[in-house]
Protein backbone atom coordinates (compact mmCIF):
# COMPACT_ATOMS: atom_id res chain seq x y z
CA UNK A 1 0.00 0.00 0.00
CA UNK A 2 2.26 2.61 -1.29
CA UNK A 3 0.04 5.65 0.08
CA UNK A 4 -0.39 4.32 3.63
CA UNK A 5 3.56 3.72 3.69
CA UNK A 6 3.86 7.77 2.38
CA UNK A 7 1.04 8.95 4.79
CA UNK A 8 2.77 7.90 7.56
CA UNK A 9 5.84 9.28 6.66
CA UNK A 10 4.34 12.31 5.81
CA UNK A 11 2.09 12.70 9.11
CA UNK A 12 5.24 12.07 11.60
CA UNK A 13 6.87 15.49 9.34
CA UNK A 14 4.59 17.52 8.39
CA UNK A 15 5.42 21.21 9.34
CA UNK A 16 3.30 23.47 12.40
CA UNK A 17 1.35 25.12 9.64
CA UNK A 18 -0.53 22.09 7.99
CA UNK A 19 -4.01 22.21 8.94
CA UNK A 20 -5.14 19.32 10.99
CA UNK A 21 -8.35 18.18 9.03
CA UNK A 22 -5.72 17.33 6.09
CA UNK A 23 -4.45 14.47 8.27
CA UNK A 24 -8.02 13.13 8.75
CA UNK A 25 -8.93 13.37 5.44
CA UNK A 26 -5.74 12.40 3.78
CA UNK A 27 -6.55 8.44 3.93
CA UNK A 28 -9.77 8.55 2.51
CA UNK A 29 -8.41 10.26 -0.37
CA UNK A 30 -5.66 8.07 -1.01
CA UNK A 31 -8.06 5.27 -0.73
CA UNK A 32 -10.61 6.79 -3.33
CA UNK A 33 -7.06 7.32 -5.65
CA UNK A 34 -6.35 3.64 -5.37
CA UNK A 35 -9.21 2.08 -6.22
CA UNK A 36 -9.14 4.03 -9.69
CA UNK A 37 -6.93 2.08 -11.18
CA UNK A 38 -7.77 0.17 -14.43
CA UNK A 39 -5.39 0.36 -16.90
CA UNK A 40 -5.62 2.86 -19.63
CA UNK A 41 -3.48 4.04 -22.65
CA UNK A 42 -4.83 7.03 -24.10
CA UNK A 43 -3.73 8.93 -20.83
CA UNK A 44 -1.37 7.58 -19.42
CA UNK A 45 1.14 5.35 -21.78
CA UNK A 46 0.64 5.44 -25.35
CA UNK A 47 1.76 2.09 -27.02
CA UNK A 48 3.73 2.45 -29.97
CA UNK A 49 1.82 0.84 -32.79
CA UNK A 50 -0.29 -2.32 -33.53
CA UNK A 51 -0.17 -6.12 -34.46
CA UNK A 52 1.53 -6.75 -37.93
CA UNK A 53 -1.21 -7.03 -40.51
CA UNK A 54 -0.84 -7.46 -44.16
CA UNK A 55 -3.28 -4.50 -45.52
CA UNK A 56 -1.26 -1.66 -43.97
CA UNK A 57 -0.76 1.49 -45.95
CA UNK A 58 3.48 0.52 -44.74
CA UNK A 59 4.98 -2.66 -43.99
CA UNK A 60 5.01 -2.80 -40.23
CA UNK A 61 8.09 -2.07 -38.24
CA UNK A 62 10.39 -4.36 -37.23
CA UNK A 63 9.36 -4.91 -33.49
CA UNK A 64 5.24 -3.42 -33.15
CA UNK A 65 5.23 -3.35 -29.39
CA UNK A 66 7.80 -1.07 -29.31
CA UNK A 67 7.04 2.17 -27.14
CA UNK A 68 7.56 5.66 -28.44
CA UNK A 69 9.86 6.79 -25.73
CA UNK A 70 9.41 10.29 -26.56
CA UNK A 71 6.20 10.72 -25.22
CA UNK A 72 6.70 10.02 -22.40
CA UNK A 73 9.81 11.93 -22.50
CA UNK A 74 7.30 14.82 -23.36
CA UNK A 75 4.92 14.22 -21.20
CA UNK A 76 6.67 13.32 -18.29
CA UNK A 77 9.51 16.28 -18.67
CA UNK A 78 8.34 19.03 -20.51
CA UNK A 79 4.72 18.93 -18.89
CA UNK A 80 4.71 16.94 -16.02
CA UNK A 81 7.81 17.61 -14.02
CA UNK A 82 7.53 21.72 -15.09
CA UNK A 83 3.94 21.42 -14.13
CA UNK A 84 4.69 20.20 -10.56
CA UNK A 85 7.48 22.61 -9.67
CA UNK A 86 5.10 25.26 -10.93
CA UNK A 87 2.32 23.99 -8.53
CA UNK A 88 4.78 23.64 -5.49
CA UNK A 89 6.22 27.44 -6.24
CA UNK A 90 8.38 27.22 -9.50
CA UNK A 91 10.94 28.56 -6.99
CA UNK A 92 9.67 31.86 -6.55
CA UNK A 93 10.42 33.31 -10.32
CA UNK A 94 8.51 35.16 -11.77
CA UNK A 95 8.26 33.45 -15.71
CA UNK A 96 6.94 30.30 -13.44
CA UNK A 97 3.96 32.03 -12.72
CA UNK A 98 1.16 32.18 -14.51
CA UNK A 99 0.81 35.45 -16.98
CA UNK A 100 -2.12 38.31 -15.05
CA UNK A 101 -3.48 38.34 -18.47
CA UNK A 102 -2.32 38.69 -21.99
CA UNK A 103 1.11 37.08 -22.61
CA UNK A 104 2.79 33.72 -21.99
CA UNK A 105 5.54 32.47 -19.04
CA UNK A 106 6.53 29.24 -18.69
CA UNK A 107 3.72 28.35 -16.21
CA UNK A 108 1.17 28.78 -19.03
CA UNK A 109 2.67 26.22 -21.63
CA UNK A 110 2.73 22.67 -19.82
CA UNK A 111 -0.70 22.34 -19.11
CA UNK A 112 -1.39 22.57 -23.19
CA UNK A 113 1.10 19.70 -23.77
CA UNK A 114 -0.43 17.49 -21.39
CA UNK A 115 -3.33 17.97 -23.56
CA UNK A 116 -2.07 17.57 -26.73
CA UNK A 117 0.39 14.50 -25.85
CA UNK A 118 -3.06 12.89 -24.07
CA UNK A 119 -4.28 13.86 -28.15
CA UNK A 120 -1.75 11.80 -29.62
CA UNK A 121 -1.61 9.02 -27.23
CA UNK A 122 -5.80 8.44 -28.02
CA UNK A 123 -4.76 7.35 -31.48
CA UNK A 124 -2.00 5.39 -30.72
CA UNK A 125 -4.15 3.37 -28.25
CA UNK A 126 -7.36 3.38 -30.21
CA UNK A 127 -5.49 1.80 -33.27
CA UNK A 128 -3.97 -0.41 -31.28
CA UNK A 129 -6.71 -1.89 -29.56
CA UNK A 130 -8.94 -1.91 -32.81
CA UNK A 131 -6.59 -3.56 -34.53
CA UNK A 132 -6.49 -6.14 -31.00
CA UNK A 133 -10.38 -7.11 -31.93
CA UNK A 134 -11.82 -4.52 -29.11
CA UNK A 135 -15.37 -3.74 -30.32
CA UNK A 136 -15.94 0.22 -31.00
CA UNK A 137 -18.75 0.01 -28.64
CA UNK A 138 -16.21 -1.56 -26.18
CA UNK A 139 -14.29 0.97 -26.13
CA UNK A 140 -16.94 3.67 -26.00
CA UNK A 141 -17.66 2.34 -23.05
CA UNK A 142 -14.11 2.82 -21.56
CA UNK A 143 -13.93 5.94 -22.66
CA UNK A 144 -16.98 7.57 -20.66
CA UNK A 145 -16.05 5.55 -17.63
CA UNK A 146 -12.21 6.77 -17.58
CA UNK A 147 -13.79 10.54 -18.36
CA UNK A 148 -16.36 10.59 -15.38
CA UNK A 149 -13.38 8.90 -12.76
CA UNK A 150 -11.24 11.34 -14.03
CA UNK A 151 -14.04 14.30 -13.54
CA UNK A 152 -14.93 12.95 -10.01
CA UNK A 153 -11.77 13.05 -9.12
CA UNK A 154 -10.76 16.43 -9.97
CA UNK A 155 -13.83 17.66 -8.02
CA UNK A 156 -14.07 15.57 -5.15
CA UNK A 157 -9.82 15.53 -4.53
CA UNK A 158 -8.20 17.73 -6.05
CA UNK A 159 -10.30 20.94 -5.93
CA UNK A 160 -11.79 21.20 -2.43
CA UNK A 161 -9.82 22.87 0.15
CA UNK A 162 -10.96 20.50 2.96
CA UNK A 163 -9.06 22.91 5.84
CA UNK A 164 -12.41 25.44 4.76
CA UNK A 165 -14.55 22.62 6.63
CA UNK A 166 -16.79 19.55 5.15
CA UNK A 167 -17.36 18.88 1.43
CA UNK A 168 -20.30 21.70 1.05
CA UNK A 169 -22.18 21.88 -2.17
CA UNK A 170 -22.17 25.46 -1.97
CA UNK A 171 -18.79 26.62 -2.97
CA UNK A 172 -17.44 23.42 -4.80
CA UNK A 173 -15.63 24.49 -7.37
CA UNK A 174 -17.15 22.61 -10.73
CA UNK A 175 -14.14 23.27 -13.35
CA UNK A 176 -10.56 22.41 -12.76
CA UNK A 177 -7.63 20.61 -14.57
CA UNK A 178 -8.97 16.95 -14.69
CA UNK A 179 -12.27 17.95 -15.31
CA UNK A 180 -10.67 19.88 -18.33
CA UNK A 181 -8.55 16.40 -19.31
CA UNK A 182 -11.73 14.40 -18.35
CA UNK A 183 -14.15 16.42 -21.82
CA UNK A 184 -11.09 16.99 -23.67
CA UNK A 185 -10.60 13.12 -23.92
CA UNK A 186 -14.02 12.14 -23.57
CA UNK A 187 -14.97 14.10 -27.04
CA UNK A 188 -11.53 13.44 -28.88
CA UNK A 189 -11.84 9.91 -27.99
CA UNK A 190 -15.51 10.11 -29.34
CA UNK A 191 -14.56 11.74 -32.36
CA UNK A 192 -11.58 9.12 -33.21
CA UNK A 193 -13.98 6.38 -32.36
CA UNK A 194 -16.19 7.20 -34.72
CA UNK A 195 -13.25 7.77 -37.94
CA UNK A 196 -10.31 5.35 -36.81
CA UNK A 197 -9.61 2.36 -38.68
CA UNK A 198 -8.47 -0.73 -36.90
CA UNK A 199 -6.50 -1.23 -40.45
CA UNK A 200 -5.17 1.46 -42.49
CA UNK A 201 -5.89 0.27 -45.99
CA UNK A 202 -3.72 0.40 -49.18
CA UNK A 203 -3.95 3.27 -51.27
CA UNK A 204 -1.71 4.60 -54.23
CA UNK A 205 1.07 6.89 -52.87
CA UNK A 206 1.46 8.55 -55.69
CA UNK A 207 -2.31 10.12 -55.99
CA UNK A 208 -2.13 13.94 -55.57
CA UNK A 209 -4.05 13.94 -52.39
CA UNK A 210 -1.61 11.32 -50.88
CA UNK A 211 0.36 13.80 -48.67
CA UNK A 212 -2.96 14.53 -46.76
CA UNK A 213 -3.55 11.08 -45.98
CA UNK A 214 -4.00 11.71 -42.38
CA UNK A 215 -6.04 14.56 -43.09
CA UNK A 216 -8.55 13.36 -45.50
CA UNK A 217 -9.14 9.86 -44.18
CA UNK A 218 -10.63 11.56 -41.16
CA UNK A 219 -12.55 14.53 -42.54
CA UNK A 220 -15.72 14.09 -40.57
CA UNK A 221 -13.86 14.60 -37.55
CA UNK A 222 -11.99 17.53 -38.57
CA UNK A 223 -15.37 18.71 -39.70
CA UNK A 224 -17.12 18.44 -36.07
CA UNK A 225 -13.47 20.32 -34.68
CA UNK A 226 -14.08 22.91 -37.46
CA UNK A 227 -17.93 23.26 -36.12
CA UNK A 228 -16.61 23.39 -32.68
CA UNK A 229 -14.20 25.92 -33.21
CA UNK A 230 -17.22 28.31 -35.41
CA UNK A 231 -19.37 28.07 -32.12
CA UNK A 232 -16.40 29.53 -29.77
CA UNK A 233 -15.63 32.37 -32.16
CA UNK A 234 -19.53 33.08 -32.29
CA UNK A 235 -20.18 32.59 -28.59
CA UNK A 236 -16.87 35.04 -27.62
CA UNK A 237 -17.45 37.49 -30.04
CA UNK A 238 -21.41 37.61 -31.00
CA UNK A 239 -22.67 36.69 -27.52
CA UNK A 240 -24.31 39.72 -25.45
CA UNK A 241 -23.12 40.27 -22.15
CA UNK A 242 -25.25 42.23 -20.14
CA UNK A 243 -22.89 45.37 -19.37
CA UNK A 244 -19.78 44.78 -21.31
CA UNK A 245 -18.77 45.77 -25.14
CA UNK A 246 -19.63 42.71 -27.35
CA UNK A 247 -16.47 40.70 -28.32
CA UNK A 248 -14.73 41.74 -25.14
CA UNK A 249 -11.42 39.75 -24.54
CA UNK A 250 -10.22 42.18 -21.42
CA UNK A 251 -9.42 41.21 -17.99
CA UNK A 252 -11.97 43.87 -16.69
CA UNK A 253 -10.69 45.75 -13.06
CA UNK A 254 -8.63 48.85 -14.00
CA UNK A 255 -7.57 47.14 -17.51
CA UNK A 256 -8.82 49.02 -20.04
CA UNK A 257 -8.83 52.68 -17.99
CA UNK A 258 -11.36 50.91 -15.40
CA UNK A 259 -13.94 50.92 -18.03
CA UNK A 260 -14.96 47.62 -17.80
CA UNK A 261 -14.99 47.18 -14.04
CA UNK A 262 -17.34 43.60 -14.09
CA UNK A 263 -16.39 42.36 -17.62
CA UNK A 264 -13.64 40.01 -17.23
CA UNK A 265 -13.30 37.41 -19.89
CA UNK A 266 -16.12 38.73 -21.62
CA UNK A 267 -17.80 36.21 -22.93
CA UNK A 268 -16.50 33.19 -21.33
CA UNK A 269 -16.99 34.86 -17.59
CA UNK A 270 -20.60 35.27 -18.31
CA UNK A 271 -21.43 32.06 -19.64
CA UNK A 272 -19.53 30.32 -16.47
CA UNK A 273 -22.08 32.72 -14.08
CA UNK A 274 -24.68 31.79 -16.26
CA UNK A 275 -24.11 28.26 -15.78
CA UNK A 276 -22.27 27.38 -13.00
CA UNK A 277 -23.18 30.30 -10.45
CA UNK A 278 -20.57 32.50 -9.05
CA UNK A 279 -19.43 30.17 -6.22
CA UNK A 280 -18.95 27.31 -8.07
CA UNK A 281 -15.69 28.64 -10.12
CA UNK A 282 -12.60 29.69 -8.90
CA UNK A 283 -12.46 32.94 -6.83
CA UNK A 284 -8.54 34.11 -7.31
CA UNK A 285 -7.77 34.40 -10.86
CA UNK A 286 -4.08 35.58 -11.22
CA UNK A 287 -5.93 38.77 -12.62
CA UNK A 288 -6.62 39.99 -9.28
CA UNK A 289 -3.01 40.24 -9.40
CA UNK A 290 -1.88 42.97 -11.29
CA UNK A 291 -5.91 44.28 -12.59
CA UNK A 292 -7.18 44.13 -9.08
CA UNK A 293 -10.76 42.28 -10.37
CA UNK A 294 -13.25 41.87 -7.63
CA UNK A 295 -15.24 39.22 -9.95
CA UNK A 296 -14.65 35.35 -9.44
CA UNK A 297 -13.28 33.71 -13.26
CA UNK A 298 -12.33 30.37 -14.29
CA UNK A 299 -9.34 29.67 -16.28
CA UNK A 300 -10.97 26.06 -16.84
CA UNK A 301 -14.21 27.01 -17.56
CA UNK A 302 -16.86 26.22 -20.19
CA UNK A 303 -16.25 28.14 -23.27
CA UNK A 304 -12.41 27.64 -23.05
CA UNK A 305 -13.15 24.19 -22.72
CA UNK A 306 -13.96 23.98 -26.36
CA UNK A 307 -10.54 25.18 -27.14
CA UNK A 308 -8.65 22.39 -25.44
CA UNK A 309 -10.88 20.13 -27.31
CA UNK A 310 -9.13 21.54 -30.81
CA UNK A 311 -5.61 21.40 -28.68
CA UNK A 312 -5.59 17.74 -28.12
CA UNK A 313 -7.27 17.22 -31.52
CA UNK A 314 -4.25 18.14 -33.09
CA UNK A 315 -2.28 16.19 -30.77
CA UNK A 316 -4.45 13.43 -31.72
CA UNK A 317 -2.90 14.63 -35.75
CA UNK A 318 0.38 14.34 -34.12
CA UNK A 319 -0.67 10.45 -33.81
CA UNK A 320 -2.02 9.75 -36.83
CA UNK A 321 1.07 11.59 -38.68
CA UNK A 322 2.80 8.25 -36.67
CA UNK A 323 0.32 6.12 -37.27
CA UNK A 324 0.62 6.75 -41.16
CA UNK A 325 4.26 7.08 -41.57
CA UNK A 326 5.25 4.46 -39.06
CA UNK A 327 9.60 4.02 -38.82
CA UNK A 328 9.89 6.47 -41.67
CA UNK A 329 11.77 9.10 -39.47
CA UNK A 330 12.33 12.02 -42.17
CA UNK A 331 8.47 12.09 -42.95
CA UNK A 332 7.12 12.38 -39.24
CA UNK A 333 9.53 15.16 -38.72
CA UNK A 334 8.84 16.84 -41.66
CA UNK A 335 5.51 16.66 -41.10
CA UNK A 336 5.68 17.56 -37.38
CA UNK A 337 7.60 20.68 -38.56
CA UNK A 338 4.92 21.47 -41.29
CA UNK A 339 2.42 21.74 -39.02
CA UNK A 340 4.56 23.66 -36.57
CA UNK A 341 5.18 25.96 -39.31
CA UNK A 342 1.17 26.11 -40.40
CA UNK A 343 0.02 26.76 -36.32
CA UNK A 344 2.70 29.44 -36.27
CA UNK A 345 1.80 31.43 -38.84
CA UNK A 346 -1.76 31.45 -37.85
CA UNK A 347 -0.69 32.49 -34.46
CA UNK A 348 1.31 35.37 -36.23
CA UNK A 349 -1.99 36.60 -38.17
CA UNK A 350 -4.17 36.49 -34.80
CA UNK A 351 -1.98 38.03 -32.67
CA UNK A 352 -0.26 40.54 -35.01
CA UNK A 353 2.79 39.36 -33.43
CA UNK A 354 2.13 41.51 -30.35
CA UNK A 355 0.45 40.61 -27.00
CA UNK A 356 -2.08 43.08 -26.97
CA UNK A 357 -2.66 44.60 -30.20
CA UNK A 358 -3.39 41.36 -32.03
CA UNK A 359 -7.71 40.08 -33.00
CA UNK A 360 -7.14 37.29 -30.72
CA UNK A 361 -4.64 37.60 -28.34
CA UNK A 362 -2.52 34.90 -26.78
CA UNK A 363 -4.23 34.33 -23.21
CA UNK A 364 -3.89 30.98 -21.41
CA UNK A 365 -6.96 32.48 -19.03
CA UNK A 366 -9.57 32.51 -22.15
CA UNK A 367 -7.76 29.24 -24.12
CA UNK A 368 -8.31 31.64 -27.04
CA UNK A 369 -7.78 30.17 -30.31
CA UNK A 370 -4.08 31.93 -30.64
CA UNK A 371 -2.76 30.32 -27.30
CA UNK A 372 -3.81 26.72 -29.00
CA UNK A 373 -2.24 27.51 -32.34
CA UNK A 374 0.63 29.08 -30.57
CA UNK A 375 1.07 26.08 -27.74
CA UNK A 376 0.45 23.52 -30.70
CA UNK A 377 3.38 24.87 -32.68
CA UNK A 378 5.84 24.75 -29.57
CA UNK A 379 4.84 21.47 -29.19
CA UNK A 380 5.05 20.17 -32.71
CA UNK A 381 8.69 21.42 -33.19
CA UNK A 382 9.67 20.51 -29.27
CA UNK A 383 8.24 16.82 -30.36
CA UNK A 384 10.59 16.77 -33.06
CA UNK A 385 13.24 17.49 -31.27
CA UNK A 386 12.45 14.93 -28.45
CA UNK A 387 11.14 12.55 -31.17
CA UNK A 388 14.84 12.71 -33.52
CA UNK A 389 17.21 12.55 -29.85
CA UNK A 390 15.12 9.53 -27.87
CA UNK A 391 13.60 7.32 -30.85
CA UNK A 392 15.60 8.09 -33.63
CA UNK A 393 19.45 8.76 -32.92
CA UNK A 394 18.76 7.39 -29.46
CA UNK A 395 21.22 9.66 -27.95
CA UNK A 396 19.14 10.17 -24.60
CA UNK A 397 17.14 7.01 -22.96
CA UNK A 398 14.86 9.88 -22.06
CA UNK A 399 15.62 9.11 -18.20
CA UNK A 400 14.82 10.26 -15.21
CA UNK A 401 11.99 11.97 -17.03
CA UNK A 402 10.48 9.32 -18.55
CA UNK A 403 9.52 7.54 -15.58
CA UNK A 404 6.96 10.55 -14.41
CA UNK A 405 5.46 9.97 -17.92
CA UNK A 406 4.90 6.63 -17.06
CA UNK A 407 2.86 7.44 -14.26
CA UNK A 408 1.48 10.50 -14.83
CA UNK A 409 -2.29 10.60 -13.64
CA UNK A 410 -0.48 9.44 -9.99
CA UNK A 411 1.93 11.76 -9.92
CA UNK A 412 -0.13 14.96 -11.17
CA UNK A 413 -3.00 13.83 -7.85
CA UNK A 414 -0.07 12.29 -5.62
CA UNK A 415 1.82 15.53 -6.15
CA UNK A 416 -1.78 17.42 -5.26
CA UNK A 417 -2.98 14.98 -2.28
CA UNK A 418 0.62 15.30 -0.49
CA UNK A 419 1.68 18.83 -0.75
CA UNK A 420 1.72 20.40 2.60
CA UNK A 421 3.73 17.35 3.90
CA UNK A 422 7.08 16.54 4.28
CA UNK A 423 9.30 15.97 2.51
CA UNK A 424 7.83 18.02 -0.11
CA UNK A 425 7.64 20.99 2.23
CA UNK A 426 8.87 22.35 5.59
CA UNK A 427 8.71 24.96 7.69
CA UNK A 428 11.12 27.49 6.16
CA UNK A 429 13.40 29.42 8.80
CA UNK A 430 12.72 32.40 6.31
CA UNK A 431 9.75 32.80 4.18
CA UNK A 432 11.63 35.45 2.65
CA UNK A 433 14.59 33.73 1.29
CA UNK A 434 14.40 32.97 -3.04
CA UNK A 435 17.16 30.18 -1.81
CA UNK A 436 14.60 28.51 1.13
CA UNK A 437 11.65 28.82 -1.62
CA UNK A 438 13.76 27.28 -5.13
CA UNK A 439 15.52 23.85 -3.05
CA UNK A 440 12.12 23.04 -1.45
CA UNK A 441 10.46 23.25 -4.81
CA UNK A 442 13.42 21.67 -6.48
CA UNK A 443 13.35 18.81 -3.41
CA UNK A 444 9.47 18.29 -4.09
CA UNK A 445 9.22 18.14 -7.49
CA UNK A 446 12.77 15.32 -7.49
CA UNK A 447 10.63 13.07 -5.09
CA UNK A 448 8.13 12.85 -7.10
CA UNK A 449 10.69 12.21 -9.84
CA UNK A 450 12.15 9.24 -7.79
CA UNK A 451 8.98 8.11 -6.79
CA UNK A 452 7.89 7.72 -10.33
CA UNK A 453 11.46 6.06 -11.24
CA UNK A 454 10.51 3.19 -8.25
CA UNK A 455 7.74 2.76 -9.26
CA UNK A 456 8.38 2.36 -12.66
CA UNK A 457 11.00 -0.37 -11.63
CA UNK A 458 8.59 -2.21 -9.57
CA UNK A 459 6.37 -2.42 -12.75
CA UNK A 460 3.84 -0.44 -11.31
CA UNK A 461 1.30 1.66 -13.36
CA UNK A 462 -1.31 3.48 -11.57
CA UNK A 463 -3.61 4.62 -13.83
CA UNK A 464 -7.43 5.02 -14.14
Known amino acids: MFFQT??????????????????????????????????????????????????????????????????????GYISLVIMVFVNYGGGRYWFFRHESWNGLTVADLVFPWFVFIMGTSIALSINSQLCAGSTRCSLLRKVVWRSLQLFIIGVLIINPNYCQGPLSWDNLRIPGVLQRLAWSYLVVACLDLLVARGHLDILTTGAWWSPGIDILLYWPAWLCVLLLEIIWLCLTFLLPVPGCPTGYLGPGGIGDMGLYVNCTGGAAGFIDHWLLGENHIYQTPSSRVIYATHMPYDPEGVLGSINSIVMAFLGLQAGKIILHYRDLHTSIMSRFLIWGLLLGAISAVLTKCSTDQGFIPVNKNLWSLSYVTTLACFAFVLLVLVYYTVDVKKWWSGAPFYYPGMNSILVYVGHEVFEEYFPFR???????????????????????????????????????
Open 6 to 75: LKGIFLTSRYDSVCVCVSMYVSSRAMLIFNFTSTIQELGSPGRTVTPVTDNILPPPPNPSRRLRSLDTFR
Open 426 to 464: WHMVNSQSHAEHLTQNLVATSCWVFISYVLYRKKIFWKI
